[in-house]
């Protein structure tokens, strides 16, 4: 592909490269660590991956990272996976993330909106005196480090108290939005074994009132280790009997206690889906995301204390645990729970208007849905206050980036970035002091050792290839949770090249130093940035009589959307009308989430596997998207040939 010099859509002026929280580092890493002083962001990056030691070192002492044991080295071990973080060093996240309490008490730490659009503040000090309160809470019920505390909350002020009293008190914070249906969430918790639940009644969205009072009984009935479960009546029901009451155990007026824990003691856990079994429990570090959180929102985001913070989420994405570390920055964060498109396609800008958001952040997606319905986001609103948009959750198309420049501020950072749960970071994405080329990413994050290899691991410049990590990231996980051999983790990314993190993400990286990611390399359903195991749609799909066997693909378009069919091969004597696609979408969006039912449900003749059995999806993805047969599959290694001339034709229709 060609990716010779096209003129950059965007570029910081000198005032802004100067202002730079990234430029000053710079400067100071060069006085103090032997960083290069002169050549800008590509020389630093070179420096950051090429002395990681150094680099991490630099990056706790520019924020003051506070170890209340020191460490003995940075880095005790390289080795992937495995690689050991600042052996020796105990600190506290929830720790780091309160501390503008300290010297800006009665400012907002939390601005939260929910579909009026209205926001209301909760201040540091408020912030701080109710984790406290609940941390002292957690402590009477004998929640002791390493325990679970788990959360089936929207993204409400009560959610991050919950998220940081958990880390106060060393136990493991997990959490899943309240549209995920029991099993989904089942799927999740009942891998970590909870021995707290926070729950609300019901949520509110798309001006709906959605209760999920029985969810919750059927939570409490599949979560046996529950010691405790904790009501906040969202919708304003009285609490289910043997509950215990949000306002009681926040009431206290306790400064919070904070149990310094080893740099590697786990945080939370995330889940992401693979293509086969259980959603994986990622287990990620409370030093390792402190350090790595610190260094993306410091210096890659430009946050800052006189920043306001807004990405839209929900509890069940990574963006989420991401927003709640902008409080590391001392920065205000947004939350907002509601629909990215009450009461208009336009409400998020909104959002960020009536906030005065400086960073807002949304999906690609919903990028391209304001596209299409024609918003003008800084002709209706007042976008002053907005120095960047940034996007995740899927490549944002070229047209993605003309659309923002030219309809949200043509002096508009656009910072498209790419990471993963699998980190809780982006491996690629903004800088304050580089240009902005149309449909490209700005640049590898600084730490970060990207490469696109080819299948023998060659490097590639200029041509798509693998994403793969060629050297430790902190924030890369510790295990995964019921994985005592770790062999679920080694395969999740270290089985195709050796000691070498791959992804499964398509990328480019381009001779300028910029990225293209062109989506994923794998089968994982990628829904505005949850990803779904294909095999969680099969389980839900091939309970139904009538569905023999299902296949479910994700394609990424070219004009930023996804295209996600769905394949049933019925059983005898079924036909596919209206009740049964209903059937199949309800089970879905009820059991699994209203993200990944499917845009079509298509009947087949069959569905095609392996000789070993495994349905083929990869291969059929392929196909779907113009790869001729005789490239896309090992004709040999197919049960039944014939059955992909279906695939081959729907893809010829498409075209």
Same mark, same amino acid.
């Given at each position: 592909?060609?990716?010779?010099? *096209?003129? *950059? =859509?965007?570029?910081?002026?000198?005032?802004?490269?100067?202002?730079?929280?990234?430029?000053?580092?710079?400067?100071?890493?060069?006085?103090?660590?032997?960083? *290069?002083?002169?050549?800008?962001?590509?020389?630093?990056?070179?420096?950051?991956?090429?002395?990681?030691?150094?680099?991490?070192?630099?990056?706790?002492?520019?924020?003051?990272?506070?170890?209340?044991?020191?460490?003995?080295?940075?880095?005790?071990?390289?080795?992937?996976?495995?690689?050991?973080?600042?052996?020796?060093?105990?600190?506290?996240?929830?720790?780091?993330?309160?501390?503008?309490?300290?010297?800006?008490?009665?400012?907002?730490?939390?601005?939260?909106?929910?579909?009026?659009?209205?926001?209301?503040?909760?201040?540091?000090?408020?912030?701080?005196?109710?984790?406290? $309160?609940?941390?002292?809470?957690?402590?009477?019920?004998?929640?002791?480090?390493?325990?679970? !505390?788990?959360?089936?909350?929207?993204?409400?002020?009560?959610?991050?108290?919950? %998220?940081?009293?958990?880390?106060?008190?060393?136990?493991?914070?997990?959490?899943?939005?309240?549209?995920?249906?029991?099993?989904?969430?089942?799927?999740?918790?009942?891998?970590?074994?909870?021995?707290?639940?926070?729950?609300?009644? /019901?949520?509110?969205?798309?001006?709906?009132?959605?209760?999920?009072?029985?969810?919750?009984?059927?939570?409490?009935?599949?979560?046996?280790?529950?010691?405790?479960?904790?009501?906040?009546?969202?919708?304003? $029901?009285?609490?289910?009997?043997?509950?215990?009451?949000?306002?009681?155990?926040?009431?206290?007026?306790?400064?919070?206690?904070?149990?310094?824990?080893?740099?590697?003691?786990?945080?939370?856990?995330?889940?992401?889906?693979?293509?086969?079994?259980?959603?994986?429990?990622?287990?990620?570090?409370?030093?390792?995301? =402190?350090?790595?959180?610190?260094?993306?929102?410091?210096?890659?985001?430009?946050?800052?204390?006189?920043?306001?913070?807004?990405?839209?989420?929900?509890?069940?994405?990574?963006?989420?645990?991401?927003?709640?570390? &902008?409080? %590391?920055? &001392?920065?205000?964060?947004?939350?907002?729970?509601?629909?990215?498109?009450?009461?208009?396609?336009?409400?998020?800008?909104?959002?960020?208007?009536?906030?005065?958001?400086?960073?807002? /952040?949304?999906?690609?997606?919903?990028?391209?849905?304001?596209?299409?319905?024609?918003?003008?986001?800084?002709?209706?609103?007042?976008?002053?206050?907005?120095?960047?948009?940034?996007?995740?959750?899927?490549?944002?198309?070229?047209?993605?980036?003309?659309?923002?420049?030219?309809?949200?501020?043509?002096?508009?950072?656009?910072?498209? !970035?790419?990471?993963?749960?699998?980190?809780?970071?982006?491996?690629?994405?903004?800088?304050?002091?580089?240009?902005?080329?149309?449909?490209?990413?700005?640049?590898?994050?600084?730490?970060?050792?990207?490469?696109?290899?080819?299948?023998? &691991?060659?490097?590639?410049?200029?041509?798509?290839?693998?994403?793969?990590?060629?050297?430790?990231?902190?924030?890369?996980?510790?295990?995964?949770?019921? @994985?005592?051999?770790?062999?679920?983790?080694?395969?999740?990314?270290? @089985?195709?090249? *050796?000691?070498?993190?791959?992804?499964?993400?398509?990328?480019? =990286?381009?001779?300028?130093?910029?990225?293209? +990611?062109? /989506?994923?390399?794998?089968?994982?359903?990628?829904?505005?940035?949850?990803?779904? &195991?294909?095999?969680?749609?099969?389980?839900?799909?091939?309970?139904?009589?009538?569905?023999?066997?299902?296949?479910?693909?994700?394609?990424?378009?070219?004009?930023?959307?996804?295209?996600?069919?769905?394949?049933?091969?019925?059983?005898?004597?079924? !036909?596919?009308?209206?009740?049964?696609?209903?059937?199949?979408?309800?089970?879905?969006?009820?059991?699994?989430?209203?993200?990944?039912?499917?845009?079509?449900? +298509?009947?087949?003749?069959? +569905?095609?596997?392996?000789?070993?059995?495994?349905?083929?999806?990869?291969?059929?993805?392929?196909?779907?998207?113009?790869?001729?047969?005789?490239?896309?599959?090992?004709?040999?290694?197919?049960?039944?040939?014939?059955?992909?001339?279906?695939?081959?034709?729907?893809?010829?229709?498409?075209?």
């Amino acid at each position: 592909m060609s990716t010779a010099n *096209p003129q *950059p =859509l965007w570029q910081p002026d000198p005032e802004r490269i100067a202002q730079a929280r990234i430029t000053q580092f710079q400067a100071w890493a060069a006085e103090r660590h032997g960083a *290069p002083a002169e050549g800008g962001y590509p020389a630093l990056h070179r420096w950051s991956v090429d002395q990681l030691d150094t680099f991490w070192k630099a990056v706790t002492e520019w924020f003051d990272v506070r170890f209340s044991t020191p460490f003995t080295r940075v880095l005790g071990d390289r080795a992937m996976p495995g690689a050991q973080w600042f052996p020796g060093a105990t600190l506290n996240y929830a720790e780091h993330a309160l501390r503008a309490a300290a010297d800006r008490a009665d400012e907002p730490a939390l601005l939260y909106v929910d579909e009026t659009h209205d926001p209301h503040p909760v201040t540091w000090s408020e912030l701080s005196r109710q984790v406290g $309160s609940l941390a002292a809470e957690l402590r009477a019920l004998g929640v002791r480090p390493g325990d679970r !505390v788990s959360g089936y909350l929207p993204n409400i002020p009560q959610a991050v108290v919950a %998220l940081l009293a958990a880390a106060a008190v060393g136990a493991v914070w997990t959490s899943c939005a309240p549209d995920f249906g029991a099993r989904s969430v089942l799927d999740r918790f009942q891998q970590v074994e909870p021995v707290v639940l926070f729950t609300v009644d /019901g949520y509110r969205y798309g001006g709906k009132e959605h209760d999920r009072r029985e969810t919750v009984a059927e939570l409490r009935r599949e979560l046996p280790t529950l010691r405790a479960v904790v009501h906040i009546p969202l919708l304003g $029901s009285e609490a289910p009997e043997g509950a215990l009451d949000w306002e009681a155990l926040t009431a206290g007026d306790a400064r919070p206690v904070y149990e310094q824990v080893p740099f590697d003691h786990p945080l939370w856990v995330l889940y992401s889906s693979g293509t086969t079994g259980l959603p994986k429990a990622i287990v990620q570090s409370q030093g390792g995301i =402190l350090v790595e959180h610190l260094k993306q929102l410091g210096l890659h985001c430009d946050l800052g204390p006189e920043d306001r913070f807004f990405w839209y989420t929900s509890t069940g994405w990574m963006m989420w645990n991401f927003l709640v570390s &902008g409080l %590391l920055t &001392g920065t205000t964060i947004v939350l907002y729970d509601g629909s990215p498109g009450y009461p208009d396609t336009g409400a998020q800008w909104r959002v960020a208007e009536r906030t005065g958001a400086t960073l807002y /952040g949304t999906s690609a997606a919903y990028v391209m849905a304001c596209r299409k319905a024609g918003v003008h986001p800084a002709r209706d609103h007042d976008l002053t206050a907005v120095k960047c948009v940034a996007t995740t959750g899927s490549p944002l198309p070229p047209d993605g980036f003309r659309w923002l420049h030219d309809e949200a501020g043509d002096d508009l950072w656009i910072a498209s !970035v790419s990471g993963g749960t699998d980190i809780c970071s982006c491996f690629a994405g903004g800088v304050p002091t580089l240009p902005v080329y149309t449909g490209e990413l700005q640049a590898p994050g600084l730490g970060t050792d990207l490469r696109s290899w080819d299948p023998s &691991g060659n490097p590639l410049v200029d041509e798509v290839g693998e994403l793969v990590v060629t050297n430790p990231m902190p924030s890369m996980p510790v295990h995964f949770w019921n @994985d005592p051999d770790g062999s679920r983790y080694h395969a999740s990314y270290f @089985d195709t090249y *050796p000691g070498v993190w791959r992804h499964g993400d398509w990328i480019t =990286l381009t001779s300028r130093g910029t990225v293209i +990611i062109h /989506g994923r390399s794998d089968s994982t359903l990628n829904r505005q940035g949850v990803r779904m &195991g294909s095999a969680d749609i099969y389980e839900v799909v091939e309970r139904l009589p009538e569905i023999k066997e299902s296949l479910v693909i994700g394609i990424e378009q070219p004009d930023g959307g996804y295209w996600m069919p769905l394949f049933v091969h019925l059983a005898p004597g079924a !036909v596919l009308d209206d009740a049964l696609l209903d059937r199949v979408k309800q089970a879905i969006r009820e059991q699994l989430s209203p993200r990944h039912v499917p845009d079509e449900i +298509i009947e087949v003749p069959g +569905i095609p596997h392996t000789l070993t059995g495994k349905r083929i999806e990869v291969p059929v993805k392929r196909l779907l998207q113009g790869t001729p047969l005789e490239s896309a599959v090992n004709p040999g290694s197919i049960d039944n040939l014939a059955l992909l001339g279906f695939y081959e034709e729907l893809a010829r229709k498409r075209a």
